[in-house]
């Protein structure tokens, strides 16, 4: 009895595991779908370190001078009203310079530029003329308070009395005790000889005059300049004026004698304290 019962046992199984196999065998290995391309890398995310530092940009195309404008611009204006004395030359100034202030409060030439995306890539000119247009109507102004010499400041008076009462020698060691870097010495006693000279200069107001009668023909570009709207039609004459304007103004506070002279004069003063000593 026994016996029959593990035979069937055996019979039942040897029948149906054959029939999973089966089953299993029909279904086959289960396949996942292939997934579909959706997006392709045009461009790589990343620079590399060497591409960032190599300064591969694209260049800016070359801005012609307006020759004809450029004239225009360094011929002095006529007409104007002549400055005789100090009160006179300050009263000229005073409305250039409110319109220079004006100008930059608003962003100056620089946010001009920018303004324009044709334009913002030559933006650096525009940072250029507000930064020499501030040395523009410095100069005039220094021209205005010292037509009949540059005042002798503390450290001219400080270290001229020390040359003249204790020779270039003993005035030297007195500074460097007082705390000065030799280094400095050497300036400072040169600048006191030169500011006693500045001190007896003189320059006429009617040459002060020309100078306003160039500087007010910039004034008024780039006050003109700075407002101007900007689109596709007139980008190309706006940035073409703008670095002419720029190029005149560079001429004209670096080699016209009198702006260089005053424009010196100021970085010519060195640093110092007279009460360092104490």
């Known amino acids: 009895m026994f016996r029959h019962l593990i035979l069937a046992i055996i019979l039942l199984l ?3 595991l ?7 065998q029909s279904q086959g290995p289960v396949v996942q779908p292939k997934k579909e391309s959706t997006w392709v890398r045009t461009k790589k995310v990343r620079t590399t370190k060497d591409e960032f530092f190599s300064g591969e940009k694209k260049p800016l195309a070359e801005i012609p001078i307006n020759t ?3 004239k225009k611009l360094a011929s002095p204006q006529t007409g104007s009203k002549k400055v005789t004395d100090v009160a006179s030359c300050l009263a000229r100034l005073k409305p250039l310079d409110l319109r220079r202030t004006a100008v930059q409060k ?5 946010g001009a530029f920018e303004r324009s995306p044709d334009a913002k890539p030559y933006s650096f000119n525009g940072m250029q003329l507000d930064s020499n247009m501030n040395k523009l109507v410095f100069g005039l102004r220094h021209l205005c308070k ?3 010499g540059v005042p002798l400041n503390e450290v001219a008076n400080d270290v001229g009395n020390l040359l003249e009462a204790n020779g270039r020698e003993k005035a030297e060691k007195i500074l460097v005790a007082r705390g000065e870097h030799p280094a400095d010495v050497e300036k400072l006693l040169n600048y006191a000889k030169t500011a006693r000279k500045e001190s007896d200069r003189k ?3 009617n040459t002060i ?3 306003f009668d160039r500087a007010e023909s910039l004034i008024d570009l ?3 300049l700075s407002k101007r709207s900007v689109d596709e039609n007139s980008k190309t004459t706006f940035i073409s004026e703008g670095v002419t304007l720029l190029k005149v103004l560079n001429d004209f506070i670096q080699t016209d004698k009198i702006m260089v002279m005053a424009l010196n004069e100021d970085d010519l003063v060195p640093y110092h304290h007279i009460d360092q000593d104490m």
């Open 14 to 16: 040897a029948g149906v």
């Open 18 to 24: 054959p029939a999973c196999g089966d089953t299993e």
């Open 68 to 70: 004809s404008l450029a």
């Open 106 to 110: 608003s962003g100056g030439m620089w």
């Open 146 to 148: 010292t037509s009949e």
């Open 203 to 205: 320059v006429s107001f």
């Open 209 to 211: 005059s020309s100078s």
């Open 222 to 224: 780039y006050e003109e």
